[in-house]
């Protein structure tokens, strides 16, 4: 299918109106909707001051061309709900326009806050809402506020967008309040937010910047929605300007239906940018965007408990990620953990971090590179090279992999080059021993007929380096030629 400009794209997804944005969770409920209108800004009292929303470029764009204003806030009813670990299953209601309650709520004054704002056609009370929560009182003392814009969230898609602008100034002013007249310190607050709830936060921030002169220190984004924000002004969307510190985790850049146009975004908006897996076709979720949509923040809640590291390599593409030619946590390369223990390194914004992660729970591992290093004698360059597929046991004295294999599609092995690839597995911990096992790949049986008799390989050593540690193991084949189908087992007797 041909590519389409960013204009088209946008208006294909307005015009089909598809309801891919959706968080997991019932939908809803129902609320009556405000025509739109042509007017050039819309002014409306946000807990009695007037906040008026621009209706003009850069906010209508070739990429928005449907914009709109916010509705009322009275029609989005935004809800603000405190979780503490003294009020874990009943939280008390937080009204900025009410100031007592705010000031006399049972939040712990000298505990950090962590904000959670759901997205597009979700609520508050959605199971992950839950979860996430759950998981951030078990693991720390802290204050929790879940907010809920569900009477904004609902399609269309286009008035949701224009709601995040209003709901924005209403989050903005509750955490002026609490630093105002609550004695909290700015400091406290990390906001982390799903699908338009990270460009929700993106307000948020802005408007704490601009108006009351607050800067956030952390606004962490989920699976930020493109739809209405890629390639857009900066003041439309979230960006590094927002915080001090914005980690963002992309995990689903699927194009809808072949367009152009994903549900998650593609471009890094952050200071530090995190593409598991690439940022697409996440394990486990068989090309299902809801599930790679909804990925970021079960990485994100498991990071919580961290059972074992999610980290990530600096790198300027997941190519070169995956071919171990970003590798290492110091010189060219920086490593950081994905989620909630991501912290700000000295780099420019949108740098962008990749790694592997699991098809299930736990989805952390440890990352190796893996290098195979073809010999170059005589009878290796006579050979001609050789397609072949490798698989690896690796054994150490905590635990053993599962049979990896290291490309997806058949390598050509020749003469004096080195193949390197980055896999994830458990801990090994002190590597043992190495299994190599060769496979010949069947669909070059028609068009190398003349090499059936004997496909081999002239594997010279294979070398096993740990991310983030100052080791590696290299094993030497005692053997000057490797066949197919048969297991080569590399053990201390082969380090070379």
């Excluded at 006399?104 to 508050?124: E, M, Q, R, W």
């Amino acid at each position: 299918m041909p590519a389409i400009g960013v204009a088209k794209s946008a208006v294909l997804f307005h015009l089909l109106n598809f309801n891919l944005l959706m968080d997991l969770g019932a939908p809803p409920p129902e609320s009556d909707t405000v025509p739109s209108n042509t007017l050039e800004e819309k002014c409306w009292t946000v807990y009695g001051q007037t906040t008026c929303f621009s209706l003009r470029p850069p906010w209508l764009h070739t990429s928005r061309p449907v914009v709109k204003p916010p509705l009322a806030p009275d029609q989005i009813r935004t809800l603000f709900t405190l979780f503490t670990r003294l009020n874990d299953t009943v939280p008390a209601t937080l009204d900025p326009g009410d100031l007592s309650s705010v000031v006399n709520a049972p939040f712990i004054l000298d505990k950090p806050f962590t904000v959670i704002s759901h997205g597009y056609s979700s609520y508050g009370g959605t199971a992950w809402v839950k979860m996430l929560t759950g998981e951030l009182l078990r693991a720390s003392d802290q204050n929790v506020i879940v907010v809920d814009w569900s009477m904004g969230a609902r399609p269309p898609y286009t008035q949701a967008v224009a709601n995040i602008r209003l709901v924005g100034a209403q989050l903005a002013y509750l955490i002026h309040t609490l630093n105002k007249f609550a004695d909290v310190p700015i400091s406290s607050f990390h906001l982390v937010g799903h699908s338009l709830g990270s460009h929700l936060n993106g307000h948020t921030g802005t408007y704490l910047r601009d108006t009351y002169g607050l800067f956030l220190p952390r606004i962490t984004a989920l699976d930020p929605a493109e739809p209405y924000f890629n390639d857009t002004h900066t003041i439309t969307r979230l960006d590094p300007s927002d915080a001090l510190f914005v980690d963002v985790i992309h995990t689903d850049d699927s194009p809808i239906l072949g367009f152009p146009l994903s549900v998650g975004m593609t471009q890094p908006i952050g200071h530090l940018d995190f593409f598991p897996n690439g940022g697409h076709q996440q394990p486990g979720c068989d090309g299902n965007i809801q599930c790679q949509h909804h990925r970021a923040i079960t990485l994100f809640t498991e990071s919580i408990r961290q059972s074992c590291p999610l980290s990530a390599v600096s790198c300027n593409s997941y190519e070169e990620f995956i071919e171990g030619e970003c590798w290492g946590c110091d010189g060219d390369h920086y490593c950081s953990p994905m989620g909630v223990a991501a912290a700000p390194l000295p780099l420019q914004p949108l740098t962008k971090f990749f790694l592997h992660t699991n098809d299930h729970s736990p989805y952390c591992g440890y990352h190796y590179r893996v290098s195979v290093e073809v010999n170059n004698n005589t009878e290796a360059r006579q050979h001609d090279g050789e397609f072949a597929i490798i698989y690896l046991r690796l054994t150490g004295n905590k635990d053993k992999s599962q049979a990896i294999q290291l490309s997806e599609k058949s390598r050509y092995y020749e003469a004096g080059t080195v193949h390197r690839r980055v896999i994830l597995t458990h801990d090994l911990g002190h590597l043992k021993t190495v299994g190599v096992t060769l496979q010949y790949p069947g669909f070059m049986f028609n068009f190398m007929i003349w090499r059936l008799k004997n496909p081999v390989l002239h594997l010279k050593s294979i070398t096993i380096e740990p991310l983030g540690q100052n080791v590696k193991w290299r094993y030497c084949f005692e053997d000057t030629i490797q066949r197919m189908g048969r297991e080569y087992k590399l053990t201390d007797d082969h380090y070379c």
